[in-house]
């Protein structure tokens, strides 16, 4: 069986005036289904460029990337969007929740843009958010809601469409000590499910979670 991502001789470079500055410095990463990885790394080391890689918000400047054995880094905007959308599930530092929205649209909202039909995507966003504990807070906006509990309404939205992948860029990095504890001990419960957990961090308590540690250091691994 193929790794779910394989990535080969990965750069990414940004033109500043007549220079450019290399960001990415030739990567070769694998990650195999059901694996919980840690990519980790100081601000400015290129993990958040290389998260955006492996999650298609941006292309390569060099290098294959093949998700689940498909060659993904030249396909167009729209192609990646549909692989994104079926696949990955991401979760943000900030949250990223509409400030109007209730809690059950927040994690109903990628199933309408999977064309799901209206009684389906509502039982499966109350289970999504049974799943991570908020059962009770389905018609909560975000401003009712402490950090961790809004991060559980992001873990719900990446969770609804049943992603192959779920991303995660520094999810304990807004919350207190110990709500970061109960965020990533949920992960790694979903880990424990099978679903694939990639986690970016610049902190070691974090990384601790994971099963595999990859260090970024400069746009390279370092180990």
């Given amino acids: 069986m193929s790794p779910l991502i394989q990535m080969h001789s990965i750069t990414k470079s940004y033109q500043l005036g007549k220079e450019d500055l290399m960001v990415v410095k030739g990567i070769d990463i694998e990650i195999n289904k059901g694996e919980f990885v840690s990519i980790m790394g100081q601000s400015g080391s290129g993990k958040s460029t290389l ?27 729209d192609d990646q ?7 990955i599930g991401f979760i943000f530092q900030s949250y990223n929740l509409l400030p109007r929205t209730s809690a059950l649209n927040q994690v109903i909202m990628p199933l309408i843009y999977q064309g799901v ?9 109350l289970e999504a958010l049974k799943k991570v504990g908020l059962s009770d807070k389905t018609n909560s906006l975000p401003n009712e809601l ?5 991060q559980r309404v992001s873990i719900a939205r990446a969770l609804v469409t049943n992603p192959s992948i779920i991303l995660a860029d520094e999810p304990t990095g807004a919350l207190d000590s110990v709500t970061g504890v109960e965020i990533m001990e949920l992960l790694t419960e979903l880990n424990k499910e099978g679903k694939t957990i990639i986690v970016i961090t610049h902190e070691h ?10 260090l970024i250091k400069d746009g390279n691994i370092v180990k």
Avoid: C
């Fill in 51 to 77: 998260m955006n890689i492996i999650g298609m918000l941006d292309n390569p400047t060099t290098g294959e990337y093949y998700f689940n054995g498909r060659d993904v880094a030249h396909l167009t905007d």
């Fill in 81 to 87: 969007a549909l692989i994104r959308r079926e696949n």
């Fill in 117 to 125: 039909g209206k009684k389906e995507r509502t039982e499966r966003a």
């Fill in 146 to 150: 402490s950090g961790g509990q809004q």
């Fill in 205 to 214: 308590e974090v990384d601790a979670f994971a099963k595999r540690h990859i």
